[in-house]
């Protein structure tokens, strides 16, 4: 992978970021406006892009690509639900609830996406999708239980529906079966589709542009949350992984989906739940921010 052609997309990516901030701070994008953008990504041009993404021809290797980055993930975020327990320990449970969630989940869809699709393309996002399942599945289960210590059936019965997983299963079948959408139908799904990533950054951008800047950099755990999440996981996965024979698209996708910086949903979780909301915005928009380094760095270290 060429990282020269990595910084440059996501130097682009954060450019988008600055436009939404920009677009928030004047205005021109409310705070209605990035609860509906949120759900016509999450309802409408992600499942397309996803489903457009898997508009290739049936290979062994391919599904087999896509079962190991399914195993990776899984493995990944249950490995780091086990870490951020010892981790964090000591904090008080608000704190750490919001420690703790930010630890297993990072932004691997509104910014995840938007990076593999701009590095590798539509492989990318097919194989990024498979990545995600784990994420779409776990988010909600373990969002309520470390936040409230309680578990959701209705958030459960959710998962069954949620659009991510849909559109996998979608996408799959179109692949399993060597089904093609009609061109137009493609042409028009994979144009919608394409509006997921600058989209996806101009509402990251609102969304910092909320918090309080001056409140954002107080206190250590926002430190060692950023931290934890944006060096300390990726390099500890990667040199986990790297024994074993992965193929390396596969290996340095499932590093950058874990670089990612904290999930925005952190925020909604604690403050549902009872967590510390206010320092899971905080980490959110610190890490958001330094990602735009820590990602090239993170991968230029691999090399």
Known sequence: MDVKVLISQVVVLFLVLVFGFIARKNNVITGDMTEKLSDIILRLT?????????????????LRNAGLAFIISLGIHLSSMVISSFVYRRYPHRVKSALQYVTVFSNCGFMGFPVLQSIYGSIGVFYGSMYNIPFSVLTPLYGILVFSGKSDREGIKKILVHPVILSVAVGMALFLFRLKLPAPLYNAASMVGSMTSPLSMLIVGALLANLPFKEMFRGFPVYLGSFVRLIAMPLLFYLILKPFSIPADILNISVILTAMPAA??????????????ELA???????????????????LALQ
């Open 46 to 62: 992600l499942p397309l892009l996803i489903i457009t993404s898997y508009n290739f021809d049936l290979s062994t290797e391919m």
């Open 264 to 277: 925005v949903n952190t925020v909604i979780f604690a403050e549902k739940y009872g967590g510390d909301s």
């Open 281 to 299: 915005s905080r980490i959110v928009g610190i890490s958001t921010v330094l990602s735009v380094m820590t990602i090239p760095l993170i991968m």
